[in-house]
């Protein structure tokens, strides 16, 4: 019976792992799918979280040592190999969660820096900067946290003299679906000419304070329900844990009944989960424009 839930639980991670990448076309060009790829997705993470300069394999090897140490752990206090697979699948989504979690901190602090940074841009485009000046000047006027993304251009810029591909380095540096919106004005400004750059930014300015009031109002309210429903999850996983320090409750569990209700009450639970994740999730900004 172990082995059956094993085989299912890892053929659900397969068809999950699957649907991550985006199809393509039959004759190998372009993909149907705009979705980014897994890896894609797993690099704009690490680089929301503020660790642009950590590999990829190092997430995957830190969800494999979550999986081992969690899953070595539950084994030798509850000795059920069906409660350990469990915990220990669980426990895989603990670095996802930390670095999803840190990520959300960072752009709600940088998400009330933008507009002041839009600000400046703004000033130094009205002032008769040029486009590459304007953006170098926010390394020493503009928000604290951005100044090191925008001095990484200034000197990109000044090293290479091309603005294009300093701004496609800023661009991916920030990973922001702001600074997205923000580098595309510029390269469309530089391209081909415009005389409302300023006017664009100083829109875009008081569209951002007013997006993050309203946010930050929304989440307030919102913080409290899913701090509960987190609880109500992990409760009766904690509670079993501490069962199992009994050897009886140990050995119902290894019969297949037993298995049978743990692996019933972690899809219910992942299931509960989602689902409210789903209905009370707000809209977040995508970068439709990397």
């Not at 959300?104 to 998400?111: F, I, L, Q, W, Y």
């Not at 300093?166 to 600074?179: G, N």
Request: proline share 5%.
């Amino acid at each position: 019976m172990g082995a059956l839930v094993g085989l299912l639980l890892g053929a659900g991670l397969f068809c999950w792992w699957w649907a991550c990448w985006a199809g393509e076309t039959q004759d190998g060009g372009a993909r149907v799918d705009a979705r980014p790829s897994l890896r894609a997705r797993a690099e704009d993470l690490l680089a929301n979280a503020g660790l642009a300069g950590v590999p990829v394999a190092a997430l995957g090897a830190a969800c494999g040592a979550c999986v081992l140490v969690v899953g070595l752990l539950a084994l030798l206090v509850s000795g059920s190999p069906v409660l350990a697979l469990l915990l220990g699948g669980g426990a895989s989504w603990g670095p996802v969660a930390f670095l999803k979690g840190r990520a959300r901190s960072r752009a709600a602090a940088v998400r009330e820096l933008w507009p002041d940074a839009v600000d400046h841009l703004a000033s130094g485009v009205r002032a008769g900067l040029s486009l590459p000046e304007a953006l170098a000047a926010l390394a020493v006027h503009g928000p604290e946290p951005l100044r090191l993304a925008f001095a990484d251009f200034a000197d990109d810029h000044r090293a290479t003299g091309r603005f294009l591909p300093a701004l496609d380095r800023l661009k991916d540096s920030l990973a922001d679906p702001v600074a997205d919106r923000v580098v595309e004005a510029l390269r469309l400004t530089r391209e081909v000419g415009g005389s409302d750059l300023g006017r664009v930014l100083r829109a875009l300015s008081s569209f951002l304070r007013d997006d993050a009031r309203t946010r930050g109002e929304l989440l307030a309210r919102q913080s409290w329900t899913v701090a509960t429903a987190r609880l109500a999850v992990a409760a009766p996983w904690v509670v079993l844990l501490l069962l199992c320090t009994r050897p009886g409750t140990v050995s119902a569990f290894r019969e297949p009944a037993g298995a049978l209700v743990l692996g019933g009450g972690a899809v219910c639970c992942v299931l509960a989960y989602a689902i409210m994740r789903r209905v009370g999730r707000l809209p977040e900004d995508q970068r439709v424009l990397r």
